[in-house]
């Protein structure tokens, strides 16, 4: 019998397990995750508004409850009071990491470090009741924020940040943190990219969204747009980009209108600093960029000042080093040849990758089945090599005995129940739990 961990339970972990028991009737799988809640960024990453994409649980559900996989909440893997990555692999005939990639890209500009700038990750991880996360005060005081980036993240927390109660009353939102947007003052948000709207990375159903919010205006400035050949000439763009182009060239032409909130889509402006004032961030300095003619911009050397109290870069994401793994510091990723890991050039038995520490923070959720399932063809290439090792019969005791009390599936279906019951209390639907120790004593009631 071939035991395989695999750590991560998001979409790349989930596919990569149901690959694996799909492909053999022998393996058995335990899905490890720090949390004690499964699917990754489908709970945590998920505008809470976008119900249709949250379903996707749904299918990753079926994979945890196959009678061959189980889901171990709870368990740190690497690092400070972690499984150490080399015990792991004591336990198991393989280890397929799928560990995402935990942290956003940074601007690398003056006062990025102001009290009031932060990460999109941050604001997101908050709204969506991550754990790890807390209330820093985000929209506390802000009338004009600033969202640096134009791709779907940027989307989300640009919409968050003007939808009202009544919008987000509805959804799994933390009570906390709907109740602190609803009360906030935010009036405009700028969500702006240094380059042209040809080359945003947002999806044209996100686009539009922003379109159907109640009360809020969306403002282009066509000389902006003007500056795209892409946009002059769409015929030549790509579906979704002509599609966005199309959008945007709708807004630039609709005459001002009253309304509570507006949305101000910018391009062709490159951060070049923020800006303080009483000790926090007070405004952006941009500077005007044009096309180089070789896909990229070039600075023009004027600038503009756009007040803000609140900014948010939404530039990417980026992988993370795991204690006892190799790290391309460069790609933020684990060097691996079709998924096997490489140390010094050479694959490592019994270890592998999946999903974004893999490839890097690229695709959609669906991006992760191919992904998956390359890394679970080669180590089931491998299995008959990797079942020579002797492991133990059930993993589980050695990790009690290591002192890691693994959430098992029983404790997340109680952490539901509570999220429920929470819900029927405040008179909504599912509310989320956003602290350990709720989730915790949720879990324990099992």
Known sequence: MLRVAVVGSGPSG???AQTLVQQDPEVRVDVLDRLPCPYGLVRYGVAPDHEKIKSLQGSLRTVL?????????????????????PRLLELYHAVVYCVGAATDRHLGIPGEELPGSWSATEFVSWYSA?????????????????????GNVAVDVTRMLVRGAGELRPTDMPQAALDTLAASGVAEVHMVGRRGPSQARFTTKELRELGGLPDTEVTVDPGELALDPG????????????RNVEALRRWAAEPPRRAARRIRLRFFLRPVELLADGGRVAAVRFERTVPDGRGGVTGTGR??????????????????????????????????REGRVLREGV?????????????????????????????????????PGLVRRQVPEDPLAALRAAGVEPVP??????????????????????????????????????
Not at 65 to 84: K, S
Not at 231 to 242: F, I
């Open 231 to 242: 946009y002059t000439d769409s015929s030549a763009l790509p579906a979704v980009q002509r």
């Open 347 to 383: 694959a490592s038995p019994g270890e592998y990758v999946a999903g974004w520490i893999k490839r890097g923070p690229t695709g959609v959720i669906g991006t992760n089945r191919p992904c998956a399932k390359e890394t679970a063809t080669s180590l089931l290439a491998d299995a």
């Open 409 to 446: 599936w029983s404790g997340w279906l109680a952490i539901e129940h509570a999220e429920a019951e929470l819900g029927a209390r405040l008179g909504r639907s599912v509310v989320k739990l956003a602290d350990w120790d709720a989730l915790l004593g949720a879990a324990r009631s099992a």
């Open 303 to 336: 600038y503009e000042d756009v007040p803000a109290q609140l900014v948010l870069r939404s530039v990417g994401y980026r992988g993370v080093p795991l204690e006892g793994l190799p790290f391309d510091t460069a790609s933020g990723t684990v060097p691996h």
């Open 65 to 85: 409850e196959h009678d061959r996989v189980r889901f171990l909440g709870g368990v740190r893997v690497g690092g400070p009071g972690g499984l150490p990555v």
């Open 130 to 150: 991550h754990p790890d996360a807390a209330d820093a005060g985000y929209v506390r005081g802000v009338r004009s924020a600033v969202v640096i980036g134009v």
């Open 14 to 16: 989930c596919y990569t």
